[in-house]
């Protein structure tokens, strides 16, 4: 059974610094992962989408990683800003028919001033 | 802005009573599934609708239940809601499930249940 997690559950840094979002899943089996944010009370926003045969996406300032043989995958975010303060989410797709989302719990981001 | 709306934003409903949340898929999209996202927690897989039926379904008991129409856009029915029903309800559209592409997420229907 496919289990994902995050860590840390929160995390608080000053704006402008880069940081590292960290996602493990115990199944190598995944097939695709897909990073997501999700503002307070919001729906989930798509980061970037990393497929089966790829090893990482970039987009703007977030950059994922992932690694099926080690069982992880990393969002970095270069020169934090305040707007990026937010839920991040990662999720993965296993080898079945539905593509469906196993997600992590998360990780809260609040970038200060 | 995802393009896939859903209706609506929130609700309150008693224990007992039946509720029926809908999502309106992204054009193109013939796929649907939702979500159920407790406070404080990663959203948990309910079920997906491929062309008009369930095609996969998490461990959700049967009083959660749901339609898909010909113009993809889908329903989710819960009977005799119960406290623990509460939750932010997600709906995501995608292409064919087989191709296991990008999934489009709703704004969500926040569901109360008193």
């Known amino acids: 059974k496919q289990e994902v997690t995050q860590i840390p559950a929160a995390l608080s840094v000053p704006e402008g610094e880069n940081l590292v979002l960290n996602c493990s899943f115990t199944?190598?089996?995944?097939?695709?992962l897909q990073w997501f944010r999700q503002d307070p009370g919001k729906g989930l926003t798509s980061l970037l989408l990393i497929q089966s045969s790829q090893r990482e996406q970039t987009s703007g300032r977030l950059n994922a990683s992932l690694d099926k043989s080690s069982g992880r995958s990393t969002l970095y975010i270069a020169a934090s800003q305040p707007g990026d303060s937010a839920t991040y989410l990662c999720?993965?797709?296993?080898?079945?028919?539905?593509?469906?989302?196993?997600f992590g719990q998360g990780t809260t981001l609040q970038v200060k001033p | 802005e995802t393009g896939v709306t859903q209706s609506p934003t929130h609700l309150i409903k008693t224990r007992g009573q039946q509720v029926t949340l809908r999502c309106s898929s992204q054009?193109?999209?013939?796929?649907v599934s939702w979500y159920q996202q407790a406070l404080g927690q990663g959203p948990q897989f309910i079920f997906q609708?491929?062309?008009?039926?369930?095609?996969g379904r998490g461990n959700f008991p049967p009083r959660f239940s749901g339609l898909q129409f010909p113009n993809y856009s889908s329903e989710l029915n819960v009977n005799a809601l119960e406290l623990d029903d509460s939750a932010l309800y997600l709906c995501a559209s995608s292409l064919a499930p087989e191709l296991r592409g990008e999934q489009y997420f709703g704004p969500g229907t926040r569901l109360t249940v008193t």
């Open positions: 999720a993965g797709t296993g080898s079945g028919n539905t593509g469906k989302l196993i």
């Open positions: 609708y491929y062309r008009e039926e369930e095609n």
């Open positions: 054009s193109g999209h013939n796929t």
């Open positions: 199944d190598s089996a995944i097939y695709n």
